[in-house]
């Protein structure tokens, strides 16, 4: 079991002893990819943990941008999160159905508002379930909260930073995705993107930071797993994936591991992969 840190990451043990405290917080953060063929809002509304609020991973984020769930601006994050009654001096807490998948992508929303007490629920609604823990379908009663937000740049990254990045191999750029999504031997599962990986990148696959039963290793387990893809800890990092949900799980499993000087490429190969004039690696 991992060590409870309610910056990064609690066991269900953690959140069930806390449940009831008045300053808690709790998010279902649920995300599928389309071709999944689950509805995360339906499934909150027939179970989820007592007291959590839906936190809407594609709502609460940029429109103005034509790329999938971008980090939403700082005016509509604290709009949304005030009318969840979500705010400041609370202890959140994250979760998600797939056991820690997008909750991940929250937290790392939070921290880029400045918002530290926010922490992932270790194995997510399918290990509370499989414990037998209680549960609800009824949702909270929300009053407005007052949330103050001071936007952390240095943990987002745009397309020209990467692109920098590659060409001076300064950072470490840790990519999220699939090893034949890597490679460039498997198809983009959206339409129009080239396949392969921004050069000079690394490739840890999300599940390789992860149990069998979507529990996330421990510190030196996940420092082996960087190891054995020859990512240097030494440089600072850059996550990415296919839209930016997995690779805020790599950002999890850095911070798990005392490594802070890290930041997410937002727009990851949903963006790079589209502009035909960016560099791109096979194999």
Known sequence: MAQDDPKTLVSTDWLAAHLKDPDLRI???????????????????????????????????????????MAAP?????????????????QVVIYDGAGLFSAARVWWNFR??????????????????AEGRVTEDLPPIMRDRHITVQRQAHLVKDVTQVAAASKLGNHEIIDARSADRFAGTAPEPREGLRSGHIPKSKNVPF?????????????????????????????????TCGSGVTAAILSLALERIGKYDHALYDGSWSEWGMYGDLKVAKG
């Open 27 to 69: 998010l279902d953060a649920s995300w599928y990819m389309p071709d999944a063929g689950r509805d995360a809002r339906s499934e909150y509304a027939k179970v989820h943990i007592p007291g959590a609020r839906f936190f809407d991973i594609d709502e609460i984020s940029d429109h103005r941008s034509a790329l999938p769930h």
């Open 74 to 90: 700082s005016e509509k994050f604290i709009s949304r999160l005030r009318a969840m009654g979500v705010g400041d001096g609370h």
């Open 112 to 129: 880029l508002m400045g918002k530290t007490d926010v922490a992932v629920l270790d194995g997510g609604l399918p290990k509370w379930l």
């Open 207 to 239: 599940h390789a930071v992860l149990n069998p039963d979507s529990t996330m290793k421990s510190p030196a387990e996940i420092g082996d797993v960087f190891a054995a893809a020859g990512v240097d800890l030494t440089k600072p990092a850059i996550t």
